[in-house]
């Protein structure tokens, strides 16, 4: 079974500074995806960015970018430039990129505080 | 577009009920799935459907079912709620089950088990 870990519960930033979200993963396949998502207070699970695990290239997406290193099974995401309505938890999830078990496995959570 | 949209947003129940919740997906998806979240458990993945079919199916007892209608829309069933059931349920949609199909989700339906 696929197991997403993320050993960090609360993180902090200052405004305007840069911050890193720690994730690991621990699964058995090649071809899979792997995620960040946001959940504000509104609740709604918000897709901040996506990696493909054949693509070697680490995706970004504006001020948010991943390191992704596959054989250490790692998928950090980088915050630049953090601004008050980045404050949210933040979830790591994996998934299978093909077959019938395609549903998110998702982490513990890391809940970020942006400070003014 | 409209979003995901589940109704209702809050809902409280008592012990030995039932409850139904639903899930209108974005327009034009076909793929719906459900996540239980609770403080304890974390997010954990309930089922998923795609053309009134059950694709997949988490790891819960046969109290919680769901299903799905022809326009793509679907609901969820709790029978005999327990203390444990409380959680917030989110629903997501996707085009379809392919592998560039993301997920987006709703704001979810908040259960308070009494």
């Known amino acids: 079974a696929q197991t997403v870990t993320q050993s960090q519960p609360e993180m902090s930033v200052q405004e305007a500074e840069t911050v890193t979200l720690s994730c690991t993963y621990d699964t058995s396949e090649s071809d899979y995806y792997l995620f960040w998502y946001k959940q504000p207070p509104s609740r709604q699970m918000i897709l901040v960015i996506r990696?493909?695990?054949?693509?070697?290239q680490n995706a970004t997406e504006n001020r948010f970018s991943v390191n992704f290193q596959k054989a250490a099974k790692s998928f950090s995401l980088k915050i630049s430039d953090s601004q008050l309505g980045d404050a949210a938890m933040y979830f790591c999830?994996?998934?299978?990129?093909?077959?019938?078990?395609?549903?998110?496995?998702f982490g513990s959570g890391t809940q970020l505080t942006v400070l003014p | 577009k409209a979003g995901v949209t589940q109704t209702p947003r809050y809902l409280i129940k008592t012990r030995g009920q039932q409850v139904t919740l639903s899930c209108s997906p974005i327009s034009g998806h076909r793929s719906v799935s459900w996540y239980q979240q609770t403080p304890g458990q974390g997010l954990q993945f309930l089922f998923e459907?795609?053309?009134?079919?059950?694709?997949n199916k988490g790891n819960f007892p046969g109290r919680f079912s769901g299903r799905q209608f022809s326009n793509s829309r679907s609901e969820m069933n709790v029978s005999t709620l327990e203390l444990g059931d409380s959680a917030l349920y989110l629903c997501?949609?996707?085009?379809?089950?392919?592998?560039?199909?993301?997920?987006?989700f709703g704001n979810g339906t908040r259960l308070t088990v009494t």
């Open positions: 997501a949609s996707s085009l379809t089950t392919g592998r560039n199909s993301p997920l987006h």
């Open positions: 990696q493909e695990a054949y693509k070697q």
């Open positions: 999830a994996y998934r299978l990129s093909s077959g019938s078990a395609r549903q998110l496995t």
């Open positions: 459907y795609f053309s009134e079919t059950q694709r």
